[in-house]
């Protein structure tokens, strides 16, 4: 039977597009490899991780889409496993209607992992390290006292 699968996976933060290219190229060799039919690779780009990963504080998320009959889960996250490139990665079954669009793998100039902007749903608030701007200025009153001048006699 086929299923689609939905794989997530974090690379370091500090890889050049050509070494994050080879990582994908990698990655869906071994899925054709393997077996899988459909194959689709998404760069997300460089975000803020909710939590460091071995000392890092940002990675470069992948979402990758593919078709198989679920031997190629084993053998891909055991690659990823061993692999100092990857920090995080996680695979989902689909249910059975899910479709998607088979993209192939960017090529090296085309692989872009500049931050994206996010985009939080309604009534999300999203922290960031920017510094808030304030919209409105107040002036610091201090009470004014008058002193009160004490004649010593001696």
Request: net charge negative.
């Amino acid at each position: 039977m086929i299923n689609t699968y939905e794989m997530m996976f974090i690379l370091r933060p500090d890889l050049s597009g050509e070494q994050i290219n080879k990582q994908l190229h990698k990655y869906s060799t071994l899925l054709k490899e393997n077996g899988a039919g459909k194959l689709s690779i998404e760069i997300w780009g460089k975000r803020r991780l909710a939590y460091p990963i071995q000392k890092f504080q940002d990675g470069i998320y992948v979402l990758t889409y593919y078709t198989g009959d679920g031997t190629q889960v084993a053998k891909i996250e055991k690659e990823m496993r061993f692999s100092e490139e990857v920090i995080r990665y996680l695979t989902l079954k689909q249910e059975e209607d899910f479709e998607f669009e088979e993209k192939a793998v960017p090529e090296p100039q085309a692989v872009s992992v500049e931050p994206k902007e996010e985009v939080a749903p309604p009534g999300v608030i999203i922290a960031t390290d920017k510094p808030v701007q304030e919209t409105e200025k107040t002036e610091e009153v201090t009470p004014k006292t008058e002193t009160e001048e004490v004649a010593v006699e001696a």
